[in-house]
């Protein structure tokens, strides 16, 4: 079965400390995953996701498939980083109908001054 | 473009109330889906639809039900509201297959 899990429930730094949120996924396939992020009070958007490969707001992403992980990683945290984040997979491209996505319990990242 | 917008923000209802949750999208976008959000379980796909006129049912189905009458819209009906239907609520569309999800604002349930 398709899981991903997310072990930190919450995650606090310093302001520019380096941070990890971690994500860990099971699926037997080919997986597409993605980072999607909350701010307070604000709805969910998406952050970034492996097939991009793109760096947002100073935050990347690798798939590494051996380890069946996709940890987010920033150098140097910001105060306005903190906010929920959410792991989330979407697998089987061909097969999956709707494009589901499976998602993580959430990581809640709070970047202290 | 509004992208998703959801009514209503906020509810209350008691047990064995019903309502509709309206979610609606100005994107085109073939594929919705309504997510129930609660602390500690992540987001949980309830039911979702590949497009106008079909629906399909998610991780969480029971206890809702779904019609996608327009390809615009997309609600969510609760016949019979529980306290464990406390929650918040989120609909969201994509394009297609795996593309991004664009989410509504959310809206927050209490069943007391």
């Known amino acids: 079965a398709q899981r991903v899990t997310q072990p930190e429930k919450l995650l606090s730094v310093f302001k520019g400390a380096p941070v990890e949120l971690k994500c860990n996924y099971s699926?037997?396939?080919?997986?597409?995953l993605f980072w999607y992020v909350q701010y307070s009070r604000q709805r969910l958007q998406l952050l970034l996701r492996?097939?991009s490969r793109e760096s947002i707001k100073g935050f990347t992403a690798d798939l590494n498939k051996g380890e069946t992980s996709f940890h987010l990683k920033k150098p140097f945290a910001q105060e306005e980083d903190s906010a929920m984040y959410y792991c989330?997979?979407?697998?089987?491209?061909?097969?999956?109908?709707?494009?589901?996505?499976?998602f993580g319990q959430g990581t809640e990242l709070s970047v202290k001054p | 473009n509004a992208g998703v917008t959801q009514t209503p923000k906020f509810r209350v209802l008691k047990t064995g109330q019903s309502m509709t949750l309206l979610c609606a999208q100005d994107?085109?976008?073939?594929?919705m889906y309504w997510y129930r959000q609660d602390p500690g379980m992540g987001l949980r796909l309830i039911h979702y639809?590949?497009?106008?006129?079909?629906?399909a049912k998610g991780e969480v189905p029971d206890g809702y039900n779904v019609s996608r009458l327009k390809k615009q819209n997309f609600l969510l009906g609760l016949e019979s509201a529980a306290p464990s239907q406390t929650s918040v609520y989120f609909c969201?569309?994509?394009?297609?297959?795996?593309?991004?999800?664009?989410f509504g604002p959310g809206t927050r349930l209490t069943v007391l």
């Open positions: 969201a569309s994509s394009y297609g297959l795996g593309n991004e999800q664009f």
């Open positions: 699926y037997s396939g080919s997986p597409e």
């Open positions: 492996h097939i």
């Open positions: 989330a997979l979407s697998g089987f491209r061909w097969g999956n109908q709707g494009g589901k996505l499976i």
């Open positions: 994107m085109n976008h073939e594929y």
């Open positions: 639809s590949v497009g106008e006129g079909t629906t």
